[in-house]
């Protein structure tokens, strides 16, 4: 009779302890089923956030990067805070570029030297942080010139 119990002992903590695991496996994503490609010249930070490896925050970096400077290859995610060669291994295999054609209108067209702010950053591939570079590298080269001039002038007085 006890040899009796210990079987049914037995048998009630196997289906309890299976019962238990195929209860309460917890939801995995699983990220090979879906097949993620994102492409650089047009995301969201949904999309992103989609990627194994890349966060909320890595996904703002990311989105930030494309509107400041624009992506030319997938290399340039290793430009970003927070993105080592490492995590770029792991991640390059869900983004691809797609060709991105600018047309100028050709009667838009601007001149470097003189051109504001906002008419640097209408441009396509410039944003305001490239505008801001160029505004200050073209301050720079106005500066070095009067300078220059100046030399001269104290040099004809020799």
């Known amino acids: 009779m006890s040899r009796n119990k210990i079987i049914i002992v037995v048998i ?7 019962y238990y695991f195929t209860n309460n496996k917890k939801t995995q994503i699983n990220y090979k089923n879906e097949s993620i490609k994102i492409d650089l010249a047009d995301f969201t930070v949904e999309e992103l956030i989609k990627v194994p490896g ?6 703002e970096k990311i989105k930030e990067y494309a509107i400041e400077h624009g992506f030319a290859a997938i290399d340039d995610l290793k430009n970003i805070n927070g993105i080592g060669e490492k995590t770029f291994e792991n991640i390059k295999k869900y983004f ?16 470097i030297n003189t051109a504001t702010l906002e008419e640097l950053i209408e441009l396509p591939g410039i944003g305001e942080v490239s505008a801001k570079k160029i505004l200050k590298y073209r301050f720079f080269i106005i500066l070095i010139y009067i300078h220059m001039k100046n030399m001269k002038k104290d040099m004809k007085l020799f």
């Open 54 to 59: 890349i966060g909320l925050k890595k996904a």
């Open 12 to 18: 009630l903590l196997i289906i309890s302890g299976f």
């Open 96 to 111: 691809y570029l797609s060709q991105v054609e600018y047309t100028l209108d050709s009667k838009k067209k601007i001149n």
